[in-house]
């Protein structure tokens, strides 16, 4: 996957958005050598995020099934939400 340094994104934005945008290219953001962050097309972050719902999908239904297993009572949202303080 190609680099670009942080100092030289600043000085070639629209470029480099535009390799990303319309080339779909995936671009590794360095500082100092290191790698930071990722630029990948929008089409790939949807991909991402679909997987990763489908991860949290299958990972609810495991809770659940071992939750009937163990014969446990789902709680509430609301008695969540009054231990968690959230309102």
């Known amino acids: 996957m190609p680099r670009i340094a942080a100092s030289a994104l600043r000085t070639n934005l629209s470029d480099t958005v535009n390799r ?16 930071v962050a990722v ?3 929008i089409e790939d972050l949807a991909l ?3 997987i990763e719902d489908r991860q949290d999908y299958e990972e609810a239904v495991r809770a659940l099934r071992d939750a009937r297993k163990r014969r446990e009572r789902p709680i ?7 231990l968690l303080k959230l309102g």
């Open 39 to 41: 630029l990948i097309p």
């Open 20 to 35: 990303v945008a319309y080339r779909g290219e995936r671009l590794v953001l360095e500082r100092r050598g290191k790698p």
């Open 76 to 82: 509430p949202l609301a008695d969540v939400k009054k």
């Open 48 to 50: 991402l995020e679909a």
